[in-house]
């Protein structure tokens, strides 16, 4: 339902993004994951056509229906919706005028546009407060009505830029039931975050960019494969060790020690631990506490992009 080919973009001699390809299919919620400075903002720009690609293209829609995305194409941006991280409300109109503001945007008016309000009120449960402005609303309040006013056209394809931004778990759980309930409804949904959590929790694929290049594209468990220890050992220790001596250990990736806490990746959990705590205890230290946890997706992540500062 959304298809980007080859995207590049360049600010002078800066490389922002660089031959970044992906898809959206009817039904799916991707995940597009990255650290700060990744290009991330840059290609939900050019996905959604609020920035020309130096190079590359992006398509909207299936078969007979599919479409370029350009800055003439009316009818290709129609089919898209976006919820950008910013909230893009009017403070003073009641909820259901805001949405009918951002549905005459598209063309909408009447008995169509009073039936799309109020389905997209009833969706992210802010029905009851239809006439209420959303300056007397809850940060989370806020948020789904967001979500309401990229619906209200009836898109297609749905972009969410980091749509949990600041609420709290209660109203993070309710974003997360609508944008499930639109997944059923067949909607192609394009969800970025910097919440690995919530990328597990939703996403049928995840891509990862970094640098402007896409780094990785798969289902989680596919993801989870590119590591290549699939499970983690947190060790708290009454000194320093050797990270050295350890680090030749067969099935032991290269560990960290933080503090008194010892932090190993593990290819084989029963079958490596016990040369790891032997050659611990070959150094004279005593283990004082021990937990293992299987690889998730932010070791995955951290893997791929580094654990230093984009700030």
Same mark, same amino acid.
Not at 198 to 205: G, S, T
Not at 253 to 264: D, F, I, K
């Given at each position: 339902?959304?298809?980007a080919?080859?995207?590049?973009k360049s600010?002078?001699?800066?490389?922002?993004?660089s031959?970044?390809?992906?898809s959206v299919?009817?039904g799916?919620?991707?995940?597009?994951?990255?650290?700060?400075g990744?290009?991330?903002?840059?290609?939900?720009?050019?996905?959604?056509?609020?920035?020309?690609?130096?190079r590359?293209?992006?398509?909207?829609?299936?078969?007979?229906?599919?479409?370029?995305?350009?800055?003439?194409?009316?009818?290709?941006?129609?089919?898209?919706?976006?919820?950008?991280?910013?909230?893009?409300l009017?403070?003073?109109?009641?909820?259901?005028?805001?949405l009918?503001?951002?549905?005459a945007?598209?063309?909408?008016?009447g008995?169509?546009?009073?039936?799309?309000?109020?389905?997209?009120?009833?969706?992210?449960g802010?029905?009851?407060?239809a006439?209420?402005?959303?300056?007397?609303?809850?940060?989370?309040?806020?948020?789904?009505?967001?979500?309401?006013?990229?619906?209200?056209?009836?898109?297609?394809?749905?972009?969410?830029?980091?749509?949990?931004?600041?609420?709290?778990?209660?109203?993070?759980n309710?974003?997360f039931?609508?944008?499930?309930?639109?997944?059923?409804?067949?909607?192609?949904?394009?969800?970025?975050?910097?919440?690995m959590?919530?990328?597990?929790?939703?996403?049928?694929?995840?891509?990862?960019?970094?640098?402007g290049?896409?780094?990785?594209?798969?289902?989680?468990?596919g993801?989870?494969?590119?590591?290549?220890?699939?499970?983690?050992?947190?060790?708290?220790?009454?000194g320093?060790?050797?990270?050295d001596?350890?680090?030749?250990?067969?099935?032991?990736?290269?560990?960290?020690?933080?503090?008194?806490?010892l932090?190993?990746?593990v290819?084989?959990l029963?079958?490596?631990?016990?040369?790891?705590?032997a050659?611990?205890? /070959?150094?004279?230290r005593?283990?004082?506490?021990l937990?293992?946890?299987? /690889?998730?997706?932010?070791?995955v992540f951290?893997?791929?992009?580094?654990? /230093?500062?984009?700030?």
């Amino acid at each position: 339902m959304l298809e980007a080919h080859g995207l590049c973009k360049s600010y002078g001699d800066r490389t922002v993004v660089s031959e970044l390809s992906l898809s959206v299919r009817a039904g799916e919620i991707v995940g597009l994951l990255g650290p700060n400075g990744a290009g991330k903002s840059t290609t939900v720009a050019m996905l959604c056509g609020l920035l020309a690609a130096d190079r590359g293209q992006v398509f909207v829609g299936e078969g007979g229906t599919r479409e370029p995305l350009c800055e003439e194409s009316r009818s290709a941006k129609r089919r898209i919706g976006v919820v950008p991280q910013e909230l893009s409300l009017y403070e003073t109109l009641g909820a259901a005028a805001n949405l009918e503001l951002f549905g005459a945007l598209y063309g909408m008016h009447g008995a169509v546009l009073r039936e799309r309000v109020d389905a997209a009120l009833v969706l992210v449960g802010l029905a009851d407060r239809a006439k209420d402005k959303p300056a007397t609303f809850s940060g989370g309040m806020k948020r789904r009505l967001n979500i309401a006013a990229a619906l209200v056209h009836d898109p297609d394809v749905l972009i969410l830029d980091e749509p949990t931004v600041g609420v709290d778990p209660q109203s993070r759980n309710a974003i997360f039931d609508n944008l499930e309930e639109l997944r059923r409804r067949g909607k192609a949904l394009l969800y970025t975050t910097h919440y690995m959590e919530e990328a597990e929790r939703l996403c049928d694929r995840i891509v990862i960019i970094d640098h402007g290049k896409v780094v990785a594209s798969d289902t989680l468990a596919g993801i989870e494969r590119l590591l290549p220890a699939t499970q983690s050992l947190e060790i708290e220790l009454d000194g320093t060790v050797d990270l050295d001596a350890l680090a030749g250990l067969p099935g032991i990736g290269r560990p960290e020690q933080r503090g008194q806490v010892l932090h190993a990746a593990v290819a084989d959990l029963a079958r490596d631990t016990p040369a790891l705590l032997a050659a611990i205890a /070959a150094q004279g230290r005593q283990i004082v506490r021990l937990r293992s946890a299987r /690889a998730d997706l932010e070791d995955v992540f951290l893997s791929l992009t580094g654990r /230093a500062l984009r700030d």
